[in-house]
């Protein structure tokens, strides 16, 4: 929360030095985004250092160690994972930069900005299920599992429901709002058809979110990790087919 806080009040300030007074343009804006990450990481340099370089005897470092199996075993499923997520963005603003139109590409970014708003709202659900699915997962007992099955479907609903109101509320800006987003009148035309993909957008990725962190508390990596790695080599031909046919 500190470094989302450096990093906004940075960049408001930097957008009204370098673009409004300096009259800077997009330029100025970039230089703005830029510092703010910095400072936004700067913020977390201190607790960061704090717990990953913490004095521990002997003892406690051999109880703690990770093997270098046991990390990549966790690691490189999940870094599968992130990436097949890239790749899917990557290709979509591929394809959006290619269809016919000068507000094809403006339009997605806009959209594509407003979904990654509403997905904090979907991940903390997510990490909720990561942080507190694993204890019940420790001991292998009949009334562990059912509890965690329990606050697993628990967990499944509220993300529905939180996905559900949070998209409503970012797909209507588009559709009813656009003003907000863009002061020009062809974006704002091209924008407002994109509201419903939007919200199916955010409300089908509630229950993937909050699954994946299910699935990933339970350690249940090689199904995930085949899932994005299907989806990474079949999602972009759907895309380049959308592309070839003119969007």
Known sequence: LVAVL?????????DGALVVFLKWGTAGAAIATTVAQWAGTTALWGPAR??????????????????????????????????????????????AAALPGEAALASHQIVLSLFFFLSPFLEVISQTAQTFLPQYYVTKSPEFNTEAQVLAARLLKLGVLVGGGIALVAASI???????????????????????????????TAPVAVSEGVLLARRELKYLASVYVLSTIIFPFGLFKLKAGGG
Do not use: C, W, Y
Not at 6 to 13: C, E, F, G, K, Y
């Open 50 to 95: 704090n717990k990953l370089f913490t004095k521990s005897t002997p003892e406690q470092r051999l109880e703690n160690k990770v093997t270098s199996k046991s990390f990549l075993a966790f690691a490189a499923p999940v870094l599968t994972l992130i990436l097949g997520k890239l790749a899917a963005f990557g290709v979509m603003t591929h394809v």
């Open 6 to 14: 450096a990093s906004t009040i940075v960049n408001v300030l930097g």
């Open 174 to 204: 588009p559709r009813f709002f656009p003003f907000i987003l863009t002061n020009d009148a062809v974006v704002q035309a091209s924008v407002k058809p994109l509201a419903l993909p939007l919200f199916l957008g955010g409300l089908l």
